[in-house]
């Protein structure tokens, strides 16, 4: 995937030969993307994990510096890979969500909710990647890290204002992280082989566990919507305005 990016085609010009239209403010706009360049590039400087030259683990040290994964909405690991960079490259990402892609059906749309999502969207169009799974795929950025990134982001990407990510938070890795921190001072002495071994011991000890929690947590989470929905019940009922005149002002916005 990283080959793939590094000999990725020139970005798209639209119909009028132009690289990207502009919005009411002078501002770029790149095709597929409703989000302005001005925004992403402040969302971009914004987080760790879209600068890929920041360095989190001295390579010099260690073969592998980190560890990226993809989970289910159940927190189940899919796939995982570990990471050889210094710092976090966005082709980490493509590659699991082609090895994801590449196993589900054709017909399936899938959801993916990760921390820079808008960058992710917006390298995916710029320099075509996944051209084949592109159709298929919804992005989004997870709640907790949602609100670091500006407005308009927020309004195109959050979660909470879609109307297909129910209450979804995104933060599935976070969790996993939680789950593996404690092995770190053991592995980082540990040998190659022995690392890969123990940490694919530990994944599907997780995997076990919260499957045979799995009605716990549905039962938990059954309980937290009801509580969701009667304080938005309560609060709607304080509310003046129509829903119509709500939405309208909500797709004005």
């Known amino acids: 995937m990283q080959h793939e990016g590094n000999n990725a085609k020139a970005p798209r010009r639209s119909k009028k030969g132009e690289y990207a239209p502009h919005d009411d403010h002078g501002d770029t706009i790149e095709p597929g993307l409703q989000v302005p360049n001005s925004s992403l590039d402040s969302c971009g400087k ?3 994990a879209a600068d890929g030259n920041r360095i989190k683990t001295p390579g010099d040290h260690f073969s592998d510096t980190g ?4 989970v289910c909405r159940h927190d189940h690991v899919i796939v995982y890979a570990s990471m050889w960079t210094p710092g976090e ?13 590449a196993e589900l059906p054709e017909h399936w749309r899938v959801g993916i909710l990760y921390d820079i999502g808008c960058q992710i969207h917006h390298s995916a169009l710029k320099w ?6 592109m159709p298929h795929i919804i992005f989004a950025i997870s709640v907790f890290h949602v609100y670091g990134h500006q407005w308009v982001c927020q309004l195109w990407y959050h979660p909470r204002k879609g109307d297909v990510w129910g209450l ?7 969790c996993l992280w939680s789950d593996l921190r404690h092995l770190i001072p053991n592995l980082c002495v540990s040998g190659y082989h022995c690392q890969l071994f ?12 919260k499957l045979s929690q799995a009605g716990i947590w549905l039962e938990r989470c059954v309980k937290s919507m009801m509580e969701c929905l009667f304080l938005a019940q ?6 003046i305005y129509s829903d119509e005149y709500l939405r309208a002002q909500f797709e004005e916005q």
């Open 67 to 70: 560890v990226i994964a993809a």
């Open 168 to 174: 979804m938070d995104g933060e599935g890795c976070e």
């Open 46 to 48: 914004s987080f760790v």
């Open 128 to 133: 075509d990647l996944l051209p084949q799974w």
């Open 198 to 209: 123990i940490l694919d011991l530990q994944i599907e000890h997780l995997d076990d566990v």
């Open 234 to 239: 309560q609060k709607r009922s304080a509310i």
């Open 89 to 101: 490259q966005q082709f980490y990402a493509f590659t699991l969500i082609d090895a994801v892609m």
